[in-house]
């Protein structure tokens, strides 16, 4: 008996000094799980005289029943505790004013290059990718541009090696399009390219985005006609395009395409240099033997084909002065551009 009350007052003490309920459970376990104090009693039942064993029984019970009222108080009592702290520590004052969160905002290059593919894509275009990493066939000779050829060195390349380069011109795209595709398609082709070129207007990377439609019948008419459908949605409805003859190996005849200036609106301005034209892109037919390279019988179809610097097209769009300020990323630039 005497025993039964120490234990009792034992667990009083250690569960009033439990803190939480882990440490309440531990000394719960300490009495009543498989090893604790209140079941080894039990195990000494056997060291008893048959006869006194059922009222040894009986005060082993009672004691294991006092012993779990008192842990069951306990532990109610612990876990309002527990209760109460926590809702001390996450309490929100809901009067504080709230913390501003800084949204960002889609980059003038990605953002031209969407509008692009819209523009584009409403004309019928679908989208193909080619690697950034290139061999020197489709970026030069399938262009009908041979390792000997002058137009080489319009493009200062980056060579990495074993016949690879970085490419140059997304036209590289064309050729790896038409071996996969019989035409008629159109087909626009967005990517970094790189160049060894670096000032106020150039970077060694910059974006570029290519077109190219071949079906029966393509003229540099229909050229002319997308070209004017673009600069009317990208830059003003008023804008328009004129083709100056150029020279592109891959393209024959070759233009290279000025748009009307935004900015003046084509009467001479400083931004157009007193013009009233900006170039935009170059572009032209699809050079026969091109299409040959690609299986394409060029005398049955023809195509037209145009690249352009997406870059170029942003900085004219937003008044963009400097080409490094589209790759510094400094964000009291980039804010300019939330919708
Ligand atoms: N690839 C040419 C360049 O980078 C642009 C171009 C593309 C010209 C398609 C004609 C046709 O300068």
Redo the contacts with the bound molecule.
């Keep these: 008996m005497n025993e039964n009350e120490e234990i009792v007052r034992e667990a009083e003490r250690l569960s009033e000094q439990a803190e939480d309920s882990r440490a309440l459970y531990e000394v719960k376990m300490s009495f009543l799980g498989r090893t604790g104090k209140v079941t080894s009693l039990m195990k000494r039942m056997k060291e008893i005289a048959q006869e006194l064993r059922p009222a040894f029984g009986k005060e082993v019970n009672a004691l294991r029943e006092r012993l779990e009222a008192l842990f069951a108080a306990r532990e109610e009592r612990v876990k309002e505790r527990e209760l109460a702290r926590r809702l001390a520590r996450e309490k929100v004052d809901v009067t504080m004013p709230g913390r501003r969160s800084r949204t960002g905002a889609l980059h003038p290059v990605t953002k031209v290059k969407e509008e692009l593919i819209d523009i584009f894509s409403g004309m019928g275009f679908e989208v193909f990718e080619g690697p950034e990493i290139e061999n020197d066939y489709y970026n030069f000779t399938a ?1 009908n541009t041979p390792a000997d050829h002058p137009a080489r060195d ?2 200062d390349t980056f060579y990495l090696g074993e016949g690879l380069l970085l490419r ?4 590289a795209g ?1 050729i790896r399009f038409m071996e996969k595709r019989k035409p008629p398609f159109k087909m626009l082709s967005p990517g970094r ?1 790189f160049r060894s070129d670096d000032d106020a207007t150039h970077s060694p990377m910059f974006h ?1 985005m ?3 439609v071949v079906d029966r019948g393509v003229t540099l008419c229909d050229l002319k006609g997308m070209l004017d459908e673009f600069a009317r949605t990208m830059f003003s409805a008023s804008s328009r395009t004129r083709l100056r003859p ?1 020279y ?1 190996p ?2 024959e005849p ?2 290279e395409v000025d748009v009307s200036c935004a900015s003046c609106g084509g009467k001479g301005c400083p931004l157009c240099k007193g013009t009233g034209w900006i170039e935009v ?4 037919m ?1 050079n026969r033997r091109v299409l040959e390279n690609c299986g394409v019988d060029p005398d049955e179809y023809t195509g ?6 997406i870059e170029r097209i942003a900085m004219l769009k937003y008044g963009i002065n400097n080409i490094k300020l589209l790759t510094e990323n400094d964000t009291r630039f980039l804010e300019q551009f939330k919708d």
Excluded: D, R
């Design positions: 262009l319009m493009q140059t011109q997304t036209s064309q390219v570029q290519e077109g190219l150029s592109f891959f393209t070759s233009v892109l170059g572009a032209g699809v037209f084909a145009f690249g352009m610097g």
